[in-house]
């Protein structure tokens, strides 16, 4: 099978996935949106544009929360936020499992033993519990959350692709490669990498949708992005209060909804993308 007719062979596996079909095309809509949000906001995120904890119309959509700030606009920046901290938080960790996971499994013994262990250690810790403590020592800001959960979340990559490699270092073609006298890394990242790449990708999908969880659990706590920067975590922290949950519900239930829709539509997304790398889900 050629590379060509795999790939459609994946696709044509993907597509019949109905929700996640749905779900690529709400998430392609919502990262256009977030990248072109200075165009498409109607209002800056941080300026007073309105009353005071304004209900929706005269010119709010979503209303506006209780400075006065456009919930709309915020709310678009906000999912820009959240997005962002995904993508990055999950690239930091998938790269360094990787890495961890392909130089273990393919040159084990003391090696393999020293980077096991420590990935055992990690996981040892309850993850909340380390997260919230990095955020705590490293301080509540964008950038530090998206390195901590990116260097908290790798243990699982590491692990997994350490598996897989354990099995293709004894294939064939591995074998014929260091018989040949092929440089090792080039064999790793050549050889090796692309035919682990399907369990990777399956398992960042989970990653970043637990990463969106993460920064609006934290921003809600008040130990991630801060205000005045928008984010979904900390408009619901908004809602903290008896009076906000009940009159004034335009403040969480947008961010809310957000938040839900997007880690659903990622989690479909894993779940197409694991059928369709499956090689005994048939086509019809």
Request: charged share 10%.
């Amino acid at each position: 099978m050629t590379e060509n007719s795999y790939l459609r062979t994946i696709w044509k596996r993907f597509k019949r996935h109905r929700l996640a079909m749905v779900s690529l095309v709400f998430l392609s809509f919502v990262i256009i949106i977030a990248l072109l949000a200075p165009l498409i906001a109607p209002y800056h995120p941080d300026r007073i544009s309105g009353d005071f904890g304004a209900p929706p119309g005269n010119g709010h959509l979503l209303g506006t929360d209780d400075v006065g700030r456009d919930v709309l606009s915020r709310l678009i920046y906000a999912t820009r936020i959240s997005l962002l901290v995904g993508v990055l938080s999950t690239a930091i960790s998938t790269a360094i499992g990787v890495v961890l996971g392909l130089v273990s499994g393919f040159f084990g013994k003391f090696i393999d033993a020293v980077i096991m262990r420590f990935t055992d250690m990690v996981m040892s810790f309850p993850y909340l519990l380390l997260v919230l403590v990095a955020a705590a020592i490293f301080g509540p800001s964008l950038l530090n959350i998206i390195i901590i959960l990116g260097f908290v979340n790798w243990p699982g990559v590491a692990r997994l692709v350490r598996g897989n490699v354990l099995s293709l270092r004894e294939r064939a073609f591995v074998q014929g490669a260091l018989v040949a006298g092929l440089p090792k890394p080039y064999i790793l990242f050549s050889e090796i990498l692309p035919n682990t790449m399907a369990p990777v990708l399956i398992h960042s999908s989970s990653v970043m949708a637990f990463s969106i969880l993460d920064e609006a659990a934290l921003s809600f706590l008040g130990m991630g992005v801060q205000t005045p920067t928008a984010s979904l975590g900390n408009m619901l922290g908004a809602a903290t209060s008896q009076a906000v949950l009940t009159d004034l519900p335009w403040l969480w239930i947008p961010p809310g909804v957000v938040i839900v829709l997007l880690v659903m539509s990622v989690n479909f997304i894993g779940d197409a993308i694991r059928d369709a790398f499956d090689p005994t889900n048939p086509l019809v």
